[in-house]
């Protein structure tokens, strides 16, 4: 179990770190295909070890649909907030000298929750489907399909949002002062819902395969 944490802490730290870092450079705009393709190369690289999750949405989904024991969710979801925590301060430590306009959603609520909603829910269904079936099992397409997913919802949802999709991501948000705190529980409700509803799907539709 050790092991598991230690690669999703590094996952999460990555994906987080590189997504901020992105937003702070001079080319924001390219933030979805940065953010995307680091996460197809982590999840190749880590899927085998933990499973890849690398957002507390994915772990309580892949719960929900029975590939994780419920004493794992908790440490998951801690090493997986942790490295956000890390990120975030690092890339302080990096880009503490520059600001950029922060995402403000407190006028835009239900706007926000309905964007992180549907943006999850597809993420994290595709990634049941290609991560967790057994009719897809041992695939090679796996991390494409979760990366590239992750950059459509980005591409297309990021005006509303800021399209974190993850509440891990979204709290380094805060902490780099991208978004603010206070609406910290618009995002994790829009994620947490749209994950446990792609759960609940994805059961209906193939059952405990």
């Known amino acids: 179990m050790n092991k598991k944490l230690l690669v999703e ?23 979805p295909f940065v953010s995307g393709l680091m996460l197809i190369g982590l999840v190749y690289a880590s899927g085998h070890l933990s499973g890849a999750h690398f957002n ?17 969710v908790p440490l998951y979801i801690l090493s997986q907030l942790l490295a956000a925590g890390m990120a975030s301060f690092i890339c302080i430590l ?17 706007e926000a929750i309905l964007a992180e909603f549907f943006g999850v829910f597809v993420i994290v269904y595709v990634f049941l489907n290609v991560a967790t079936s057994k009719n897809t099992m041992g695939n090679d397409f796996y991390g494409i399909s979760y990366g590239l997913t992750l950059t459509a919802c980005m591409l297309a949802l990021n005006q509303i949002s800021g399209a974190a999709f993850n509440p891990a991501v979204s709290i ?16 994790w409700l829009g994620e947490i819902s749209g994950a446990c509803l792609a759960a609940l799907v994805f059961l209906f539709l193939n059952g405990k395969n």
């Open 9 to 31: 802490f590094i996952g999460t730290f990555f994906l987080c770190f590189i997504t901020n870092m992105s937003l702070y450079g001079p080319r924001p705009e390219y933030t």
């Open 56 to 72: 507390p949405a994915v772990t309580i989904a892949v719960f929900l649909r029975g590939r994780i024991s419920l004493n794992s």
């Open 94 to 110: 990096l880009c503490g000298n520059k600001t950029i306009p922060i995402i403000e959603i407190s006028n835009l609520t239900l």
């Open 172 to 187: 380094s948000f805060s902490v780099v002062k991208i978004a603010s705190f206070s609406n910290l529980w618009i995002y």
